[in-house]
C-alpha cells in the first residue's frame, strides 16, 4: 500500500508564497501520475496542477497557472507544489494524489475517483 504524506501548509498572507511537498512511500516511477487538488471549506476537492512523472509534462487549472508551479524530484520520491502570489481564495485543505494508471486528457486528470492514493492533505490560510 502506497502511502503519501503532504506538508508545507500554513498561515500565509495575501501575495505571500509557499511550497507544500508530498512524499511517497515507493519509488515514484511506478506512480505515472501525481497531482494536487486543493479543497475549500465546503467545496470539492478541484485539480489544480499534475505531473507526469517520467517525461515530466504539467497541468494546470486555468486559475493558478501562472502562479503555481508543480515539480518533482525522483530521487527523494517527492512531489512539489509551489505557490506565488497566494489570494484569500485559494485558502484550501490541499491533498496530494498520485495513481498507477495514465492519464490522457485534462478531465481524466481532474476526476478524483481515478486516484488510487491520497495524501492526509495539509492546510493553507492565506490572510487579507
Known amino acids: 500500500q502506497v502511502q503519501l504524506v503532504d506538508s508545507g501548509g500554513g498561515l500565509v498572507q495575501a501575495r505571500g508564497s509557499r511550497r507544500l511537498s508530498c512524499v511517497a512511500s515507493e519509488r515514484t516511477g511506478s506512480m505515472p501520475v501525481m497531482s494536487w487538488f486543493p479543497q475549500p471549506p465546503a467545496q470539492v476537492r478541484d485539480l489544480v496542477a499534475a505531473i507526469r512523472w517520467i517525461c515530466g509534462s504539467t497541468y494546470y487549472a486555468d486559475s493558478v497557472k501562472v502562479r503555481f508551479i508543480i515539480s518533482r524530484d525522483n530521487a527523494k520520491n517527492t512531489m512539489y507544489l509551489q505557490l506565488n502570489s497566494l489570494k484569500p481564495e485559494d485558502t484550501a485543505v490541499y491533498y496530494c494524489?498520485?495513481?498507477?494508471?495514465?492519464?490522457?486528457?485534462?478531465?481524466?486528470?481532474?476526476?478524483?475517483?481515478?486516484?488510487?492514493?491520497w495524501g492526509q492533505g495539509t492546510q493553507v490560510t492565506v490572510s487579507s
Open positions: 494524489a498520485a495513481d498507477r494508471r495514465l492519464k490522457v486528457t485534462y478531465s481524466a486528470y481532474a476526476r478524483t475517483s481515478g486516484y488510487d492514493y
